[in-house]
Nanobody, 115 residues
Framework: QVQLVESGGGLVQPGGSLRLSCAAS????????MGWYRQAPGKQRELVAS???????NYADSVKGRFTISRNNAKNTVYLQMNSLKPDDTAVYYC?????????WGQGTQVTVSS
């Protein structure tokens, strides 16, 4: 599998912004649809955004208009620009292929939105 490392999370105030990055270890990354997922305490993991190899995007209703997923295949990296953050965006964010293998999840990056 492709090794994926998420970064860019942190603590922000409501209304703030963060940019998450996901770095892949293999150039074959460019052929996959990639997704950003998140999981909050007591909640199931959910797909929040995805981007195909042709850069077509899809978003969960909860983040539509606020989040933007993008990719730079030359850098084997996928990004998630998060604007107008809300407290209910608080979660651990993961990147993976879409669909994702059941047994292949990294550590993720923590996003906390709080005053």
């Amino acid at each position: 599998q492709v090794q994926l490392v998420e970064s860019g999370g942190g603590l922000v105030q409501p209304g703030g912004s963060l940019r998450l990055s996901c770095a892949a270890s293999r150039s074959i990354f460019k052929f996959y649809t990639m997704g950003w997922y998140r999981q909050a305490p007591g909640k199931q993991r959910e797909l929040v955004a995805s981007i195909t190899s042709g850069e077509r995007t899809n978003y969960a209703d909860s983040v539509k208009g606020r989040f933007t997923i993008s990719r730079n295949n030359a850098k084997n990296t996928v990004y998630l620009q998060m604007n107008s953050l809300k407290p209910d965006d608080t979660a651990v964010y993961y990147c993976n292929t879409e669909p994702a293998p059941d047994d292949s999840w990294g550590q993720g990056t923590q996003v906390t939105v709080s005053s």
